[in-house]
C-alpha cells in the first residue's frame, strides 16, 4: 500500500456503509458470545510498525520461545482484543502455558542455535534523538506477530553501543519496571484523553539483571500493546533522503491523525497543516491533563511519548500530592545543581515544542510533493494555543462543572476562564526549598498551597455561604488552601491569590449554571454534581505515588521470588489500577447496561468476586444501589450459595447486606431477596436507595443465616459507582450498551470524541452549531482478525449540529476496507434549498448537508429543552445523512438492512415517544420523514444492541449485492 500517492488506491467502500455496520460492530459487541480470535494468532504475522515505518528502519532477529511464569495478566485488553479466553478471568495452568507459548519471547544470544525449541521472527525499531545514550534505536525491546506486541527485556538488540551506559545497555527489563507499567499503562487509559501504551501480561522467567557493584535484580518479560510510534522515529540518521517525510506521512494515517481535503481541481490532497495541528492539540490536551492529575512522566524525551501525545514507556511516571516540580531522574545539566527542567513536572511538557518543531521541518517538503499542501502552520503557537485552552477546559471542570457545562463557560467566559487558570497556575507555582525527588520523598511539602485539595471544597463551601445568605471569604479559601510556606513572603502570596480566587468561584458557579443549567435537573442538581463531581475527581493519587508503590512493590517480588506465588503481586496491580479511576463521566459510561423488564435501567456494572454491583435508575427518578450475588437452585428448592453452603429458600432469603458508600464513615444494611439476577440467572438481589448525582464507593460483606460470605476473610469492593442524574440518564439510554469486557479503567472513547476540537470554523457554522468548532472527530481502529490490518474509519464534520450526529453515528462505522484508509466526510454547503446528498466515489464518500436543512432542523426543535433538542438534531441528521446514502446506492440496497443500521448508527431503540418528536419535528421543518426511520419503527425490537442483526439475514444480503455491484463499478471505471 503506497501511502504517499495523492489519491490513494481504495475498494469504493462507501456503498459499504449500511451493511459493514453491522458486521465490523458485531464483531466487537459479542466477543463474550463468539469464540473469539485464538491464542495462536498473537504470535504469528507481520507487525505493523514495519509497515508503518519502512523496512529501512527496522532490524529483523530471531527469538527464541522461553519458560516462564504469567506475573500478571491484562484480562480487559484481551477482552477488547477479543481473544478467546474463558469468561472467569482466572488463570489456570493449561491458560498459564498457553498465554507462554504465545508471549514468552526473548532474542538469541550471539552464537546461540535454537535448536527443537519454537522461534519467532522478531523487529527492533531504529529511532533517534537525545535520551537514548549511543543506542540507535531499540536496545532491549522488539515487535512481534500482527498484533504488533512488543516485549520489552528481550534481551540485546543490534543498535545497542557498547559505549552506552551499563544500564541502557544489558536488554533486559526489571520485574519492578514491568508492574509499574502494568499500572500506569491501565492508569494512563483511566486518566487521559490519548491513552497509553498498556501491558498485556508480565511475565517472569526466573532470569537477573547483574550489576557491576555486585548487585542483582529480577527481570521480567513486558509484553506491551499500542502502535508505540514516537517522535524518536523521524529523528533516526542515515536514511535515504525524503525517507523522513514518507514515515511522517504513514505515522499521521496509523495513528488516525491524517486529514485529507479537496483540492481546486477536485482532487484529494493531504493537509499536512491540519493533520499536525491535531497532532500538536492532542500533545496539549496530555500535557493539561498531566497537571491536573498532579503526574510526572520523569523522563520525556523524544523516545518516551507517543507521536501523536499519549503515554509511553512509563518506568518513569508518578503522581504526586500537589504540584511541586518534582521529578524520578537527577539529571542535571552540566555545571548547574538543578535536575534538568525536561525531567520536572509540568516544565517536561515544555519540550514536547521540540518534537513539534521537528514534525513541521520534516513537512516542508511536503510543498514539492504532488497531493500534499503544507502552508508551514507553527506549531509551536498552535501547541501552546492549544495548551492554553486545554488548560482552562481542566481546570474549569476540577471545580466541579460538567465538561460540557465547561466548554460552555468557556466559550462564553474566556475572560473568566482565563483569570482562574493564571490565579491556580500562580498558586501551584509557590514552592518550598525540599528534596523534590518522589522516588525518595513523597514531596509532601513541596508545594506552598494544595491547589487541587481546595477545588474539592471550594463549591461546596461557595454553595455553604450563599445558603447561609453569605458570600466565600478569602480566609475560607486559605483554609482549604491548607498552606505550609517556609518563607512567609510565600504566605502573603497565597493569601493575595486565595482572595482573587474567593472573588473568582462564586463566578463561575453561577455563570455556570447559567449557561450549563440545560445540562442538569434544576439548581439542587446543579449543585450536588458540582460538589460530588469536585470531591472525586480531585482526590490526589496517593497510591500512585512512586515513594510509596516502589517499596511496596518491591516487597511483593521479594515475596513472590520466596514462593513463586504472584497472586499478591496481580492483587495489588489491580487496587492500583482502581485506585486511578477519577473521572465522573468514565464510570458513568463504562460497564454494561441493562433494561430491565419493568423500563428500568441498570449501568455501571462492575464485577468482584463474581458478585455485580450497578445502578438502578427509573424514569420516575428512583435511583438504588443493587447488588446480585448469583446462587443456584437445587431440584429440592434449596440453594446453593457460592461458598458451597447449601440453605433453605427461607435462610437464603433472609440475606443481609451490610454496606459502606463513603469508607466506613457510615455504613447501613439491605435486605436479600430471592429472584433472577439482570442475566435471568437465580440470585439474591439486594437494593438500597441512593441519591442522584452521587459517586458511591461501596464496600460491604453478604450474611446468610450466621455465616458471612466473605471471599478469605476480605469485603467484597464494587469500586467506584457513578449515579447518573436525570440528563445523564438520558444520554445513557440514548447510547449502546457498553461493550463486553470493557471496564472503568478501559472506556474512554466516547469522552475523547465528545471532546476533539481543531480550529478552521466560520462564524456561520459556529453560529448554526452553537458550541465552539471542530474538523474531525477522531477515528477508531479495529483489527481486521481475518487479515491482520489495522484499518481506519475517518469522519470530517464541520458544524455541532454534524459533530454530534458524527459522534453519536459514523465514528461506529468501521470500513472493511483491506487496500487502506477510507473515509465518510460530511460537509454542509451553503444554499436554500434543504437536502441531503451523499456522493460515492472510488477514492472516498461526501455526505453533502445544506445550510437550510440545518437551518430548518434548528427550528423544528425550538421549544424543546437542550438534551431533547441535541438527541432530535443528532438522530434526524443521522437518518437524513443514511438516508441519502440509501438512495445513493440504488433499488437493490435492502431496506430494512439499511433501517438496522441506522438503528445501529444512532446507537439506540427508538421509543415511540421518539419517533412522535422526530415525526413532528419533520414536520414543523417542512422536510420529509426519512424513509428508512419509518422502517425503522418497525424494527426497533430488534435493533437495541445489534444482536437481531446476527441473527437475520438483511444486513448480510445487502452486504453481499453491495459488493457486486461495486465491484461492477470498478470495472466499467476501469
Do not use: C
Not at 460538567?402 to 500562580?426: D, I, N, Q, S, Y
Not at 500512585?544 to 497472586?567: C, H, K, S, W, Y
Request: glycine share 10%.
Amino acid at each position: 500500500m503506497n501511502l504517499l500517492r495523492p489519491v490513494r488506491d481504495r475498494r469504493p467502500v462507501a456503498l459499504l456503509v449500511l451493511a459493514t455496520a453491522l458486521l465490523a460492530t458485531s464483531a466487537r459487541a459479542t466477543a463474550q458470545d463468539a469464540p473469539g480470535a485464538d491464542l495462536s494468532t498473537l504470535s504469528t504475522g507481520e507487525p505493523p510498525i514495519v509497515e508503518h515505518l519502512g523496512e529501512e528502519r527496522v532490524v529483523r532477529l530471531t527469538g527464541v520461545n522461553e519458560p516462564g511464569k504469567l506475573v500478571w495478566f491484562n484480562w480487559a485488553l484481551a477482552a477488547e482484543m477479543g481473544l478467546e479466553l474463558p469468561r472467569d478471568r482466572q488463570i489456570t495452568p493449561e491458560i498459564e502455558a498457553r498465554l507462554v507459548r504465545e508471549l514468552s519471547w526473548r532474542l538469541l544470544r550471539e552464537g546461540e542455535e535454537p535448536g527443537t525449541r519454537r522461534t519467532v521472527e522478531m523487529i527492533a525499531d531504529r529511532y533517534g534523538g537525545w535520551g537514548m545514550g549511543h543506542n540507535r534505536g531499540a536496545g532491549r525491546a522488539a515487535f512481534f506477530g500482527r498484533w504488533n506486541l512488543n516485549i520489552k527485556g528481550v534481551g540485546v538488540t543490534p543498535l545497542v553501543d557498547g559505549r552506552t551506559h551499563e544500564s541502557h545497555r544489558h536488554g533486559g527489563a526489571p520485574l519492578a519496571e514491568g508492574i509499574q507499567e502494568a499500572v500506569w499503562g491501565e492508569a494512563g487509559r483511566n486518566l487521559f484523553e490519548n491513552g497509553s501504551t498498556r501491558i498485556l501480561a508480565v511475565i517472569d522467567n526466573a532470569d537477573h539483571t547483574r550489576w557491576s557493584d555486585g548487585g542483582q535484580e529480577r527481570r521480567a518479560l513486558i509484553v506491551r500493546a499500542g502502535h508505540q510510534l514516537r517522535p524518536a522515529h523521524l529523528l533516526a540518521e542515515g536514511f535515504r533522503r525524503g525517507s523522513n517525510f514518507e514515515v511522517l506521512v504513514r505515522m499521521l494515517e496509523a495513528t488516525g491523525n491524517l486529514v485529507s481535503t479537496r483540492g481546486a481541481d477536485g482532487r484529494e490532497v493531504v493537509d499536512l497543516d491540519r493533520s499536525l495541528r491535531r497532532v500538536a492539540q492532542r500533545h496539549a490536551q496530555t500535557a493539561a491533563e498531566l497537571f491536573r492529575h498532579r503526574i510526572v512522566h520523569g523522563g520525556l524525551s523524544p523516545g518516551n511519548k507517543s507521536f501523536d501525545g499519549g503515554m509511553l514507556d512509563l518506568g518513569t511516571v508518578s503522581s504526586q500530592p500537589r504540584t511541586a516540580p518534582v521529578h524520578v531522574l537527577d539529571i542535571t545539566d552540566p555545571g548547574r545543581r538543578q535536575v534538568r527542567e525536561d525531567l520536572r513536572f509540568d516544565t517536561e511538557n515544555v519540550w514536547r515544542e521540540r518534537d513539534l518543531k521537528q514534525f513541521g521541518e520534516t513537512a516542508v517538503e511536503g510543498r514539492s510533493r504532488e497531493g500534499f499542501t503544507w502552508a508551514g502552520t507553527d506549531l509551536v503557537a498552535h501547541y501552546r494555543r492549544a495548551l492554553d485552552r486545554a488548560l482552562a477546559l481542566e481546570l474549569l471542570a476540577a471545580t466541579g462543572l460538567k465538561p460540557a457545562v465547561a466548554r460552555e463557560l468557556h466559550r462564553a467566559e474566556p475572560g473568566l476562564a482565563k483569570e482562574l487558570v493564571e490565579t491556580l497556575r500562580g498558586l501551584s507555582a509557590l514552592t518550598n526549598p525540599v528534596e523534590m525527588n518522589i522516588e525518595r520523598n513523597t514531596v509532601e511539602r513541596g508545594s506552598v498551597v494544595d491547589v487541587f485539595g481546595a477545588l474539592r471544597g471550594l463549591a461546596a463551601a461557595h454553595f455553604e455561604a450563599r445558603e447561609a445568605g453569605a458570600s466565600l471569604t478569602a480566609e475560607r479559601v486559605l483554609e482549604l488552601l491548607a498552606p505550609s510556606a517556609d518563607d512567609p513572603r510565600d504566605l502573603e502570596r497565597a493569601k493575595a491569590l486565595a482572595a482573587r480566587l474567593a472573588q473568582l468561584v462564586p463566578r463561575v458557579m453561577e455563570r455556570g449554571f447559567e449557561v450549563g443549567g440545560a445540562h442538569h435537573e434544576g439548581r439542587a442538581s446543579f449543585e450536588r454534581s458540582v460538589t460530588t463531581r469536585a470531591e472525586f475527581e480531585n482526590r490526589p493519587l496517593d497510591a500512585l505515588v512512586r515513594a510509596r508503590m516502589q517499596p511496596r512493590v518491591q516487597e511483593l517480588i521479594d515475596a513472590f521470588e520466596r514462593t513463586g506465588n504472584a497472586e499478591a503481586l496481580r492483587e495489588e496491580v489491580d487496587r492500583l489500577v482502581r485506585e486511578s479511576v477519577r473521572d465522573v463521566d468514565q464510570l458513568l459510561e463504562s460497564g454494561r447496561r441493562t433494561t430491565l423488564p419493568d423500563g428500568s435501567l441498570l449501568s455501571g456494572e462492575r464485577v468482584r468476586d463474581g458478585v455485580a454491583f450497578s445502578i438502578r435508575s427509573t424514569e420516575g427518578g428512583e435511583r438504588a444501589l443493587r447488588v446480585e450475588m448469583p446462587i443456584e437452585t437445587l431440584d429440592d428448592g434449596r440453594v446453593r450459595l457460592p461458598d458451597g453452603r447449601v440453605v433453605d429458600a427461607e435462610t437464603a432469603g433472609g440475606a443481609r447486606l451490610r454496606f459502606t458508600t463513603d469508607g466506613w464513615t457510615g455504613s447501613a444494611e439491605a435486605e436479600g431477596r430471592l429472584t433472577r439476577g439482570a442475566d435471568g440467572r437465580p440470585a439474591l438481589v439486594f437494593e438500597t436507595p441512593v441519591e442522584a448525582g452521587r459517586v458511591l464507593e461501596v464496600e460491604g460483606a453478604i450474611r446468610v443465616g450466621e455465616r458471612w460470605l466473605n471471599n478469605g476473610g476480605r469485603n467484597l469492593r464494587g469500586g467506584a459507582l457513578a449515579v447518573p442524574d436525570g440528563a445523564e440518564l438520558a444520554r445513557l439510554r440514548a447510547t449502546p450498551n457498553a461493550e463486553p469486557g470493557f471496564g472503568p479503567e478501559t472506556r474512554l472513547e466516547e469522552r475523547r470524541r465528545e471532546r476533539t476540537r481543531a480550529a478552521g470554523m466560520t462564524d456561520r457554522l459556529a453560529e448554526t452549531a452553537g458550541t465552539g468548532s471542530s474538523e474531525t472527530t477522531p477515528r477508531e481502529a479495529h483489527h481486521d482478525r481475518a487479515g491482520g490490518h489495522r484499518l481506519t474509519a475517518e469522519v470530517t464534520a464541520a458544524t455541532d449540529t454534524i459533530r454530534a450526529a458524527a459522534r453519536e453515528a459514523f465514528p461506529r462505522v468501521h470500513w472493511m476496507n483491506r487496500t487502506g484508509h477510507a473515509s465518510l466526510e460530511v460537509e454542509v454547503a451553503s444554499g436554500r434549498e434543504p437536502g441531503v446528498t451523499a456522493h460515492l466515489a472510488v477514492e472516498g464518500s461526501r455526505i453533502t448537508v445544506s445550510e437550510a436543512t440545518l437551518d430548518r432542523l434548528d427550528r423544528a426543535s425550538e421549544g424543546m429543552n437542550a438534551e431533547e433538542a441535541r438527541a432530535f438534531r443528532a438522530r434526524a441528521l443521522a437518518l437524513l445523512s443514511i438516508d441519502a446514502l440509501d438512495r445513493a446506492t440504488g433499488p437493490e440496497l435492502d431496506v430494512r438492512g439499511a433501517a438496522r443500521a441506522a438503528g445501529l448508527m444512532t446507537g439506540e431503540t427508538l421509543a415511540d415517544a421518539d419517533l412522535q418528536r422526530l415525526r413532528r419535528g419533520f414536520e414543523r421543518a417542512g422536510l420529509r420523514m426519512p424513509r428508512v426511520a419509518e422502517t425503522l419503527a418497525t424494527e426497533r425490537g430488534r435493533v437495541g444492541n445489534g444482536r437481531g442483526l446476527l441473527e437475520g439475514r438483511a444486513g448480510g444480503e445487502s452486504l453481499r449485492r453491495i459488493r457486486e455491484r461495486t465491484s461492477r463499478g470498478r470495472r466499467g471505471r476501469r
